[in-house]
């Protein structure tokens, strides 16, 4: 089994910055990637962004491009989320994505985190 943890989330007033951060843990062989995805009320679940862990490649949406930064922590198979000029319309609940190659055969899958909350209001 693989156990995806958020942290980080809050109240934040427009304009402030926020960091979340996920780790990942359990039987854990190698991680491909991780990403944040966010989910607000009434609304699909929508890609922030995410970065691979085995190279250099990172992908923001469009509405978080250039206010925030994806960065990871591989020794500890952990990413960051730091998010700067928060708007309301970020509110929402944040997951953290994992796809792991889990032990002992290899196996391909991904893992979702419970989630945390952000929410942009003044």
């Known amino acids: 089994q693989v156990q995806v943890v958020e942290s980080g989330g809050g109240l934040v007033q427009p304009g402030g910055s926020l960091r979340l951060s996920c780790a990942a843990s359990g039987n854990i062989a190698n991680i491909i990637a991780m990403g944040w995805y966010r989910q607000a009320p009434g609304k699909q679940r929508d890609m922030v962004a995410t970065i691979s862990m085995v190279d250099t490649n990172t992908v923001y949406a469009e509405s978080v491009k250039g206010r925030s930064t994806i960065s990871r922590d591989n020794a500890k198979n952990t990413v960051h989320l730091q998010m700067n000029s928060l708007k309301p319309e970020d509110t929402a609940v944040y997951y953290c994505?994992?796809?792991?190659?889990?032990?002992?055969?290899?196996?391909?899958?991904?893992?979702w985190g419970q989630g945390t909350q952000v929410t942009v209001a003044s």
């Open positions: 994505n994992a796809d792991v190659l889990t032990t002992p055969f290899m196996r391909r899958n991904n893992y």
